[in-house]
């Protein structure tokens, strides 16, 4: 991992840890996706208007994934612009995918609880569909709750931001 950026996510961020909870989500991680993790915090600060960890990363580097060089091209063409409209209002451009991915972190995690607990469950005698209610209240009374006032934000904007990098991910490795 590429160090000395002042807008690269911590070391615990993009760990083997987050990595492996991610893993066990439905979802289809690529494996070169988080590492390039800094470089889709930057091009979504871009897009919402915080052209800063961009410029940095730029500066900073002397060679770019081919994804990246093809949409400093269409930056400079005038293809690509941030759009003025959805610029964020209660959460800084560069928290965004932060934000989302320990939302996304969170919820894998919950599932593999669920996983786990569902053969503990059978095996104690207890329904598989109480314990799922329980760590469903569970994620959403105080888990996500948490994450939003970390970043102080709504747990609906949490939500958006979560199936946004959901999406990014789906999209991988178009930015």
């Known amino acids: 991992m590429i160090t000395g950026t002042k807008y690269q996510p911590a070391a615990d961020e993009v760990s083997l840890i987050v ?43 002397d060679e770019y994934p081919a994804n990246v060089r093809v949409l400093l091209s269409d930056i400079v ?32 995690l919950r599932d593999h609880i669920d996983i786990n607990s569902v053969f503990f469950g059978e095996r104690d005698g207890v329904e598989a569909i109480a314990i799922r209610k329980s760590n469903d209240d569970s994620y959403s009374k105080k888990k996500k709750p ?27 490795p178009t930015l």
């Open 19 to 61: 990595r492996g909870i991610v893993s066990y989500s439905n979802l289809v991680v690529p494996d070169d996706f988080f590492d390039n993790w800094h470089w889709i915090i930057a091009v979504d600060a871009f897009d919402y208007g915080d052209p800063e960890p961009l410029a940095s990363l730029l500066a900073e580097f």
């Open 77 to 108: 063409q005038g293809k690509r612009e941030p759009n003025r409209k959805a610029f964020p209002k209660v959460i800084k451009a560069k928290d965004r995918m932060p934000a989302a991915l320990s939302a996304l972190s969170g919820l894998s």
């Open 146 to 172: 948490a994450i939003a006032k970390t970043y102080g934000i709504s747990v609906d904007t949490l939500d958006n931001l979560r199936r946004e990098l959901k999406s990014k991910i789906k999209k991988w």
